[in-house]
């Protein structure tokens, strides 16, 4: 069957992830496969906006899927929020002769393929965010290496609060999302987990569960904040106040988002990358490619928006359980 389309763009957009590489490589071998030509547009929207590409070819992605970042820069471009802006992405894709664009990104940069698709680009999404925040997917590319990461750097705090006896607050990425917190939480024998789904109760989850693991004979406590949830140093000065234990805060910001993805996030990239051209030549749009357990399928981008991801109560319930909350 002959292809839906001759020559496709791929692009990065918003926070980058570990594994956006390997899905760009995965695209532009694929493309490659199925006969189909692939352009690299730079610096998200802004590249469609401005006309920053690049042509990509087999040996241009060669080693990509151990790299962290993405060779094609990323990028919350304003310019592609107006009119304006959008007609020109759309002139841009009309003067390389593209047919279909691959974007990687979170919830923003699947809201924009809609409205190049609005204007006649078949689009497909592909979920890449180390905040696993997609609802129409089990799993988001990024999540594992930034879980790795996180859990990597807490191991080594561990060992100097164990020796000073004292309470580490560890502030984890999560915007608006606890997935990366709780994951790390449960990884790294947490005292106790804050996340932003749940409303706070201090006393309850925070200072019931050190004295808990106190009176259990422990010396030293771990404390994992999601970033949504407020600032690592407020609940570090309210965990002295209540217990007077020496407390030090650790924000371990944007080093989550880099570093060389683990295999799940190699394999998981390549598998979407494989999905998204495919439904692209078969001449489907408006799809974003997602996991659901270890099947992967594809969901209408307008329905992938309205879903709402919440904390996987199992782990949730079983990190409760585990750290002595009630
Ligand atoms: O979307 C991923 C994420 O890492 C969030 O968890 C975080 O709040 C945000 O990006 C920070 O992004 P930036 O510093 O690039 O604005």
Same mark, same amino acid.
Do not use: W
């Given at each position: 069957m002959a292809n839906a389309v001759h020559r496709i763009g791929v692009f990065t957009s918003g926070g980058d992830a570990p594994g956006m590489n390997a899905v760009i490589r995965s695209v532009v071998r694929?493309?490659?496969?199925?006969? &189909?030509?692939?352009?690299? /547009?730079?610096?998200?929207?802004?590249?469609? !906006?401005?006309?920053?590409? &690049?042509p990509l070819d087999f040996d241009s992605v060669s080693g990509l899927s151990r790299r962290g970042g993405t060779m094609l820069y990323s990028a919350?471009?304003?310019?592609?929020?107006?009119?304006?802006?959008?007609? =020109?992405?759309? #002139?841009?894709? =009309?003067?390389?002769?593209?047919?279909?664009?691959?974007? /990687?990104?979170?919830?923003?940069?699947?809201?924009?393929?809609?409205?190049?698709?609005?204007?006649? /680009?078949?689009?497909?999404g592909v979920p890449g965010t180390i905040d696993n925040d997609i609802a129409c997917s089990t799993y988001t590319i990024g999540f594992d290496t930034a879980c790795n990461t996180a859990l990597e750097s807490i191991d080594k705090l561990r060992?100097?609060?164990?020796?000073?006896e004292r309470c580490s607050v560890v502030e984890v990425m999560g915007r608006h999302a606890g997935h990366l917190a709780l994951y790390v939480g449960v990884a790294c024998g947490a005292t106790c987990v804050l996340v932003p789904e749940r409303e706070l109760d201090f006393e309850?989850? @925070?200072?019931?569960?050190?004295?808990?693991?106190r009176l259990g004979g422990r010396t030293h406590f771990m404390v994992i904040v999601?970033?949504? @949830? $407020?600032?690592?140093?407020?609940?570090? =000065?309210?965990?002295?106040e209540a217990t007077a234990l020496d407390t030090r805060v650790?924000?371990?910001?944007?080093?989550?988002?880099? $570093?060389?993805?683990?295999?799940?996030?190699?394999? #998981?990239?390549? *598998?979407? $990358? *494989?999905?998204?051209?495919?439904?692209?030549?078969?001449?489907?749009?408006?799809? @974003? !490619?997602? @996991?659901?357990?270890?099947?992967?399928?594809?969901?209408?981008i307008n329905e992938a928006l309205e879903m709402k991801k919440g904390l996987d109560e199992q782990t949730y319930t079983v990190m409760r359980a585990l750290t002595g909350v009630e």
């Open positions: 694929t493309s490659i496969h199925m006969g &189909i030509e692939c352009v690299g /547009i730079r610096r998200g929207y802004n590249g469609l !906006v401005h006309g920053d590409f &690049i919350r471009s304003t310019d592609f929020k107006t009119e304006e802006g959008q007609e =020109k992405a759309v #002139a841009t894709c =009309k003067l390389l002769g593209l047919d279909g664009v691959v974007g /990687i990104g979170g919830d923003g940069t699947f809201r924009g393929l809609l409205e190049l698709s609005r204007r006649g /680009i078949a689009v497909v060992d100097t609060m164990q020796s000073h309850r989850d @925070v200072i019931e569960p050190i004295r808990k693991s999601a970033e949504g @949830v $407020g600032s690592a140093y407020d609940v570090a =000065k309210k965990i002295t650790t924000v371990l910001g944007h080093v989550q988002r880099g $570093g060389a993805p683990t295999a799940r996030d190699r394999v #998981a990239a390549t *598998y979407m $990358g *494989y999905e998204a051209v495919r439904l692209l030549a078969e001449g489907k749009t408006n799809r @974003v !490619v997602c @996991v659901q357990g270890d099947t992967y399928v594809d969901y209408d």
